[in-house]
């Protein structure tokens, strides 16, 4: 027989703080993966081929981990309409239960923090666009002429 699921206001306050602690824990993977991805410009990688092929892989990298933060947090975004949903069903829903579930709507509409995570190796144009000029040769000084060594005879100038 299949099991019967008592839905209190208990229970959904307990998942709504599981969703929200969650949640919390996504976002606050967003902004240390777009710093990582905006120090992935021209800047960081040499034209050497073993550091192109490593720079492809590690954006790609970052792409999928950028990908699987964005498809778990749309995950919650449907476990959150889900509890919303089985919360409405109920006839006394506490206030302050709607409410959270009200903003943590708002927020999962909201997108993640920063915006869309994309990254290729070469796509962040460095801080500085112009290379520093290259330092000017100081000129060494003109050999001093010495005497030439050797007693003997012959000619001079």
Known sequence: M?????????????RLKALETLL????????????????????????????????GDYART???????????RARVAELQASLAASAASLTKVDQDIQERLEALARKLA???????????PYD????????????TPTP???????PAS???GGGGW
Request: hydrophobic residues 35%; negative net charge; contains cysteine.
């Open 2 to 14: 299949g099991q019967t699921v008592t839905l209190t206001p208990e229970v959904v306050r307990a």
């Open 24 to 55: 919390g824990d996504l976002d606050a993977q967003f902004g240390p993966l777009q710093a990582v991805q905006q120090r992935q410009g021209t800047g960081m990688w040499t034209s050497i081929p073993a550091c192109t092929r490593f720079a």
């Open 62 to 72: 970052l792409n999928g981990l950028g990908s699987a933060l964005s498809d778990m």
């Open 110 to 120: 909201a997108g993640p923090p920063g915006g869309p995570l994309v990254c290729t």
């Open 124 to 135: 962040v144009v460095p801080t500085s666009s112009t290379p520093a000029p290259a330092p």
């Open 140 to 146: 060494a000084p003109a050999p001093t002429p010495t």
């Open 150 to 152: 050797g007693g003997g």
